[in-house]
Each structure stands twice: as structure tokens, then as C-alpha cells.
């Protein structure tokens, strides 16, 4: 409640926030959330991290999402501020993150009087989230802001976007008690674990297609135990939000990203056991090339869907097989520091020699990082988190937010330069947090994704005018001179050595740093 | 069409497009979008730039319609790419700037599987968009293209959203004759002409608040003999896409932008008649101030509503008016470079003595400006666009727009610091183009208009974290690291002589330029 006036809507909704464990706003307001703000000075258990663009800031709401397992809200700026949010709420989406959108809009007396910034709100909303509410009145404040909690935290996790008109905040609120968030539980699959234990007993070469609660913590474990037990071939997504890796932790080759080099790889199964996951499909279509990835001579059988308790599951999964074998789990292995070129590879081997315990991985390195899961298998043991959604400019956002929600533990973004300049302007909010974050920057100098998909898609050889829509180097970009702009130090490194020297630094060093790698 | 396949959906949409004047293209493309970039490889008289944020190629769009008065096309990946955009359509929309999005999409076999990238495009675009279809065959591609291009064209301007999936685009086009767009002509007002003469004769006090195609060429001239003869004054909306403006041409005061000074300016006024524009509304509502700016003592009448045929409209009430008497304009004055401290006042100044003939000023300013307008009356004839949809993040990209539009001509981007964050990428495409534009950084590291706001909407003194959320000090941006990060050259200025021997060297010096003001 302010200093001066009655406990208004906005004071009542931050009440409901806090009352149910969603302590942290990522935050770009304007004037129509002025009353959220100063609703926000009188509650320090409320920690409010300001966002120079709102892609940063939906973008750390994610990445605080995987972490931390429960939501963060935004406060965004009416609509426009809610469109520059877009495309990370899409990969948030796609991710499964919980999040609780809280969007300013006009009084609703003013509304119709389709002043410049009037937009459709939850018309924009609508892509991207499961739930969305407008707020009429003041006294449904905390009841609508406990649904939006329920809805965001409702398995697998969901974008809730609560929309709140102006006066809305800033009238008194009769209601001041916070509201209780009825979250709803995991649902029970409907697999025949039976038969899905028979398969995999049986000779029939199988493998389980895994994501999403799967991949971390004991489920983990269980499907190692699984594997060890059966014979069975575990392979992730191609795009996982969050997968815990790295020593001691069962390994998870991933299925590739090309749709031919996926069918090839289940090509090899007559069984594809799906576990928090659905049917795999191509990123894109290609001319000629099925987007359904699972071969017809592969069978497809579902032992969870996202949204379901994949810890039962797997246990009554376990249980049914029988047995007993642990899961076979890598030693740690710390390759020498690389020599000589700077190149993927050699960026991943400093990178599985440096790493320090409980990092977390963003990877956002498209191309660049090919080959940096395979090379980190063994490293000490981390999170990776992935870009879900394929909307790029994840990274450096998702990294700023996870580094919130584990500030003892530090954040790698591995980083292409064209997906880095979506939202390069999270680096800010790194530097005034002084977030412990170290940024790679894969300075290729293209979009070489697309100098391959250009060819994959059937286009012919691209000419001067095609070339320069993926080329970035004209002029070239100095990303140590970004990032020193918004008050990140940095480094250049065009060698392997001196890419190990900076990530050294950065790794011993508390705050956010950059290297742009050159390559 | 390609060098090895036979003309497909992409060529036919480009033929298409330039068969109707559009020739322009800003794009950030992606996989989906490749057989759109192979055609541009055919097709020379397609410009086509490249922005490495859809913020900046929407935006560049809109700068480019507002000077060009024709559309351009942009090229959009998908949902998320079209959502990065959204801010700055949402600005062109209030601008009424006609612009043709070219949205990739999955192959329409592809859409239904559900893959990453998936998205609800049409959801998407509705909130922005006055005419959106999505192609479902090659065959449709050009007709689709010129129902497009006549909807964006369509008076007073609209944003026309047409979606590709990548199968019409890749696919063999039976139709290969580019379509010619039927354009619809200005609606004829509907305004009683001698009953508005009859008002304008009288003694009552009259006002006309203008905007759209009032305020530039021959209707501009209109307006000032209409009030030299009548006696009326002439006010601008607070916010308009493009005004000339300047020496030789009438002077058109402002409707404030603070509810209670509008509401102060037009009581003075019996009767306002609205030329090309609606009845004021304020920007946004406050606790206790009317949203609607008329005050009930001032009558409204419309002479045109956007859309309709100013000219006619305008010519037909100098004819009822009667008498003759030409427009009052000012005399070109250059007042002295100016002294000492920089401020706002200076800058001005400096522009006021600077500014080039036929300079285009895109004011991103917010509060730092407020007073440019004035100072800049009688300065050399220059044209004036205004952050129309209140969207912040419009200048750099518009200024860059406006750069490919008008070649010959010196553009100057009067830019808040909080806002040029939003959408600073497109620095890097003025870099590439080596476009002629300046940017001033008002830099006062704030957002200063919330602080203003913060009290206006009546919320109590903000506190520390309060303000932490409207300051950008923690740390400082150095917009000149970040514009040499870009390729931009600049410098950073903190007396009024160094702001004015900049000025002077970047519009004496071909290509981009950036001055941090530092206030």
C-alpha cells in the first residue's frame, strides 16, 4: 500500500503474487502501469529487474521459468510492449515455462476512445497464451491475479496473460486479502505400461524419445536405470528446454535437426517409446522430404505427454520390466585446453575442460554449436537449456533470467551473432544486476543457417543480391564494443588459446562478460 | 525466375510487386523464406535491405511510406518474426503509412503438424492489420499480391499482411503475367461546406485541428490561406506522420500533449473543425482529467475524416469562404550557434542554425524535444515526422526508411535514449546503405516522460525502487561504443559546441553519424 492512499488494485495484485511464491518482475511499464510501480516500492520482497525491450524481458522470464520451476511476471506496457514480447513468449510457450504476463492497459473508460496507443491486447495475447483475462474492476484484482498464477502453473506450465487497465491499479481494492492459486496436478497417462514393457524386453531394437520432466532429476535416473535395463536407446529432442547433463548423469544423444538425418538415426527402431514428448517433426518442410520423422517401419507408442506425471510412469514403467542395472552414467572427462585455430571445436574443448560444476548452458549457437553437446558429455556436470521455439534472440535474454533465479550458479550463453543482435540490449540488464553470465559470441558473420537451408530448400546457388540477405559482414559487427556500450566488459579472441584465457577470466571473475569469438 | 527451375510462386509475387510500383524490400528472412530471397536474386529492380530486427524492418517500412507515399514490402520469418515487428506496424497503422508484409510460413501440408516454429500468423497480424489472406497455391500468388498491394494503398493507407506459406512460393506458377492493383480512390467527404464557410465568417473563435494529407504540398498552402483569410488558427494533432514544415511554409502550432494544457488550448474556441483527423482524445487517461480534449463550450465539425479528399474539401471551403488573402509564412531565420551548456534549448538552437534545405526530422525526442518544434519554425523547409502510435522504438528505424525513400536528402533523427534501445539494430542497415542519416542520443538516461507521469497519475512520491525502474544510469549507455559496435561513426557531445561543430561535420559528411547528447 502506498504511503499516502488506500490500498489500491495494484497493491492487492502484487499482494496475490508474493502470497504464492511469484517474487520476481521482469519489467518494462509505462505510464499506464505508473501505479504498479509505485506499488512496487512498497514491497521489497517483490524483486522488480528492469528490461531495456520487452524480448529481454519475456525472454528472462523464461529462463528464470526453467530454472527456478515456477513462474516470474512480466509487466509490460500495453500492447506494444506486450508485441515486443512476442517471440520469446512463443519460445516460453514452447518451453513449457509458467509464466504470469501482467499487462497495462488503458482505463477502461478510455479504451473506446481508440487513443494512439489503443490496441487489441488479448488480441495479441492470443497466439501465445493459454490464459487471458481483462480486469474490470479493482475488487477482482487478487481473485483474477490468483487464476492467472493457476493457469500459468497448470502441468506442463502455460503463458497466463492478465491484462489490467489502468484504473483498475489505481482504484481502492475492497478485497485485500491475497487469493490462494488452485494449481492443478500432473494428469495420469493413459499408457498400457504393460504392453509398452513388453516392447521393450522384447529383441525389437527400441528407443524412447524423451523431454520436458523427463530429462531432469530422478526421472533422469529412471531413464537410465531403463536403459541399462532393457537395451533401450535414449534420445532427446532436438530442442529441449532444460536438460541436465555432464557427468553422472545419463547421457542423451539428441536427435538431429536435418528431418533426413532424424529418419535416418529412428530409421534404426522398430519402437519409439515418446516419454513428456510428442511425434517428432521437421523444424521446416523441405521439398521431397516427409515432415513426419518417424520412419512407417518404426512404431510410435506414447508413455507420457507433456502435462503428465512422467515420474509414475516411469516408475511403474521400471517396475513392469523388471530387473535391475544401474544407469550407466559418464566419468568426468577434462580434455586438454585447445591450441592453435579458433573454430567450433575447438571453442567446445575449452569449453568441456572449463566448465565449472552446476554451470547452466543456454544454447543459442545454432550452427556454431553442432558439436558442442557431444564434445560436453562428460564435462562437470550442468543444465542446457535450448531454443525451443526457433524465434531467435532467446539466448541473452534466457540467460539474464536464469542467472536471477540461481545467482550461485554461473550462466553460459553460447550465442550466434545474428541471434544475439534480437536482444542484445539484455546485456544491460546483465551489467546493472551484475549478473554472473559469461557470453560467447559465435561470430561467424552470417546467418549461415541459412547458406544451408538455402540449398536444402532447392533454391538455386545464391548470387550477390540472395548472398547479402545472410551475410553480416558489411560492415562487420564488434560485440566487445556492444556490450562495453552497455556496460559489459569483453573480450576479442580469434585464437584457441586466447578464447580459453577469456573464458578462464570470465569463469573466476563475478559479473556478466562477452567474448566475441571469431571464426 | 531462377536460373534452373521454372518460375514458381516467389517470382510471380515479386513481378507482381514491382509491376505496381513496389520496389522496395525489408526483410530479415528465414528458411521459409529462401525461395523469396532466390527471386530476389533475379529480379534488380527489387531493392531489397536488410535489418537484423523486425523492429527495424517494420519501422524502416513505415519511414519509407511516409516519405515515399507508396508502400514498400517487408519480408517477415514467420509468426515470430512477424511479432517482432508488431510495434512498429502498430505505429505505421496509426501513421496510416501503406505497407505490404510478405509473412513466410510453414508449407501448408506443414502447418498442421505443430513444429517449433508454428504459430497462429493471422492471430498474429489481425491487431495491425486491415487486410490479411494466406496463399494456398502458387496459381493465387500474384492476384493475392495485388489485392494486397490495393488494400495497403487503399485511402488513407493501411497495412495489407499477406501470408506465404513455402510451398506457394516454391511451387510452379501457372499464372506468370504480373496483376495489376486496383486502387481505391479518396472517399468524398460528406461535410456540409457552407455551413463550416458560414462558422470560418464569423466571429465566433474557430480552430482547425489537422493532420494526415492537410499538412503537406498544396494543402498545406490551402490551410494557411484559409486562416489568412478567416482569421481561424491552425493546429496540428500532437502526434503527426509527416508535416511540412519550416520556412516559406504555414506554421502550424501543436495541441499539447499533457491532457489538462489540451484541454486549456481549445477552450479559447467556439468551433474546431477536423481536417484529416478524428476529435482529440488524450494520450492517455488520468485520475480526474476528461480523456476527450473538446471542452463541452467548443463545438466539432468534420471537414474530412482520414481517408476521405482533403483537397477537394479544402478548395470547396476557400471557395464558400470567399475573399482572398495569402497564407502567412515565415521568413527563413537561422538564429546563432549557440553557447555553453547543452540542453535541450541548444539543441534546438543548433538545429534551428543548422538544418540542411529539405531536411527530414524524425523526432523520437519524448521529453527532450518538446521544445524543437518551436525553436525550428522559420529554420530552413524541412518535412517532420512524429512518433504516431506512441510505440516507442520508431526513430532509428524510420530515419532509416526514410533514408532509402529520399536519397538525396539529409535525415535527422532526434532520439530519446530510452527509446532508441528498443530498436537500435537498424544503425547497423544505415551503416551498410551508408544512408545520410544523423542521430542525436537525447541522452539523459531516463526514462524522464515516467517520471513525469509518475506523479501526473497521481501515485505518491516514487521511492528507490521505484525510480529504479525509469532510470537508465546503473550503469550508463555509451551510444557511441554502440554505434561503433554497428559500424556508425560518432561522438559524444556535452557543451553546445561540441553538439554544433558535430552536427555540422555529420551533415557536411556523407553516410551515418551518431551524436550522444549528453543532458
Same mark, same amino acid.
Given at each position: 500500500m502506498s504511503a499516502t492512499n488506500a490500498p489500491n488494485g495494484a497493491d492487492a495484485l502484487i499482494a496475490t503474487l508474493l502470497h504464492n511464491g511469484v517474487d520476481t518482475c521482469f519489467s518494462n511499464p509505462g505510464t499506464s502501469e505508473m501505479h504498479f510501480v509505485a506499488a512496487l516500492d512498497n514491497e521489497p520482497c517483490m524483486r522488480c529487474v528492469l528490461g531495456l525491450f520487452e524480448g529481454g524481458v519475456t525472454g528472462a522470464a523464461d529462463g528464470y521459468a526453467r530454472m527456478a520451476g515456477k513462474p516470474a511476471c512480466t509487466l509490460l506496457h500495453l500492447g506494444p510492449g506486450l508485441a515486443n514480447g512476442l517471440a520469446n513468449l512463443h519460445n516460453a510457450r514452447r518451453a513449457h515455462s509458467p509464466i504470469v504476463n501482467v499487462i497495462g492497459e488503458h482505463a477502461t473508460y478510455h479504451r473506446a476512445l481508440d487513443a494512439p496507443l489503443t490496441a487489441d491486447i488479448e488480441g495479441f495475447a492470443a497466439p501465445v497464451s493459454?490464459?487471458?483475462?481483462?480486469? &474490470?474492476?479493482?475488487?477482482?484484482? %487478487?481473485?483474477?491475479?490468483?487464476?492467472?498464477?493457476?493457469?500459468?502453473?497448470? @502441468?506442463?506450465?502455460? +503463458?497466463?496473460? /492478465?491484462?489490467?487497465?489502468?484504473?483498475?491499479?489505481?482504484? *481502492?481494492?475492497?478485497?485485500? %486479502? @491475497?487469493?490462494?492459486?488452485?494449481?492443478?496436478?500432473?494428469?495420469?497417462?493413459?499408457?498400457?505400461?504393460?504392453?509398452?514393457?513388453?516392447?521393450?524386453?522384447?529383441?525389437? *531394437?527400441?528407443? /524412447? /524419445?524423451?523431454?520436458?520432466?523427463?530429462?531432469?532429476?530422478?526421472?533422469?535416473?529412471?531413464?537410465?536405470?531403463?536403459?541399462?535395463?532393457?537395451?533401450?536407446?535414449?534420445?532427446?529432442?532436438?530442442?529441449?528446454?532444460?536438460? &541436465?547433463?555432464?557427468?553422472?548423469? @545419463?547421457?542423451?544423444?539428441?536427435? @538431429?535437426?536435418?528431418?533426413?538425418?532424424? +529418419?535416418?538415426?529412428?530409421?534404426?527402431?522398430?519402437?519409439?517409446?515418446?516419454v513428456d514428448t510428442k511425434a517428432p517433426v521437421s523444424f521446416f518442410a523441405y521439398p521431397g522430404v516427409p515432415s513426419e520423422l518417424t520412419p512407417a517401419s518404426c512404431q510410435c507408442h506414447t508413455l507420457t505427454a507433456p502435462g503428465e506425471d512422467t515420474a509414475a510412469a516411469l516408475l511403474a514403467l521400471l517396475d513392469a520390466v523388471g530387473g535391475s542395472a544401474p544407469a550407466a552414467v559418464p566419468e568426468l572427462e577434462r580434455p586438454a585446453l585447445p591450441q592453435g585455430a579458433l573454430n567450433p571445436q575447438s571453442i567446445a574443448q575449452a569449453l568441456a575442460h572449463l566448465m565449472p560444476e552446476q554451470a547452466i548452458i543456454v544454447n543459442e549457437a545454432a550452427t556454431g554449436g553442432f558439436g558442442i553437446p557431444g564434445a560436453t558429455a562428460a564435462a562437470a556436470p550442468h543444465d542446457w537449456l535450448d531454443l525451443t521455439g526457433g524465434a531467435i534472440g532467446m539466448g541473452i535474454p534466457a540467460a539474464t533470467g536464469a542467472a536471477i533465479a540461481c545467482p550461485d550458479r554461473r550462466v553460459i550463453d553460447l550465442q550466434a551473432d545474428g541471434s544475439g543482435m534480437y536482444t542484445l540490449q539484455a546485456l544491460w540488464t546483465q551489467a546493472r544486476e551484475q549478473l554472473d553470465v559469461t557470453t560467447i559470441i559465435f561470430a561467424n558473420r552470417k546467418y549461415a543457417i541459412l547458406q544451408v537451408e538455402f540449398m536444402r530448400v532447392g533454391a538455386h546457388n545464391p548470387g550477390r543480391r540472395a548472398m547479402d540477405m545472410m551475410e553480416l559482414d558489411r560492415p562487420n559487427l564488434d560485440w566487445v564494443a556492444l556490450a562495453a556500450g552497455m556496460g559489459v566488459p569483453g573480450t576479442q579472441a580469434s585464437s584457441a588459446g586466447a578464447l580459453s584465457s577469456a573464458l578462464e577470466h570470465s569463469l573466476a571473475t563475478p559479473g556478466p562478460y562477452l567474448i566475441e569469438a571469431v571464426l
Open positions: 493459454s490464459w487471458i483475462r481483462t480486469c &474490470e474492476s479493482a475488487d477482482e484484482i %487478487a481473485a483474477t491475479g490468483a487464476e492467472a498464477i493457476a493457469a500459468a502453473m497448470a @502441468p506442463p506450465g502455460q +503463458i497466463a496473460s /492478465l491484462i489490467l487497465p489502468a484504473d483498475t491499479a489505481w482504484s *481502492p481494492a475492497a478485497t485485500q %486479502a @491475497p487469493v490462494t492459486a488452485e494449481v492443478g496436478s500432473l494428469r495420469q497417462p493413459a499408457a498400457d505400461i504393460d504392453a509398452l514393457a513388453a516392447i521393450l524386453r522384447s529383441d525389437a *531394437p527400441t528407443a /524412447l /524419445l524423451v523431454n520436458g520432466n523427463a530429462v531432469i532429476g530422478a526421472n533422469l535416473m529412471r531413464l537410465g536405470e531403463l536403459a541399462a535395463r532393457t537395451g533401450a536407446t535414449l534420445i532427446g529432442d532436438t530442442f529441449i528446454a532444460r536438460i &541436465e547433463r555432464g557427468a553422472g548423469r @545419463p547421457g542423451i544423444r539428441r536427435l @538431429p535437426y536435418f528431418a533426413e538425418q532424424a +529418419i535416418e538415426t529412428l530409421s534404426a527402431f522398430e519402437h519409439l517409446i515418446l
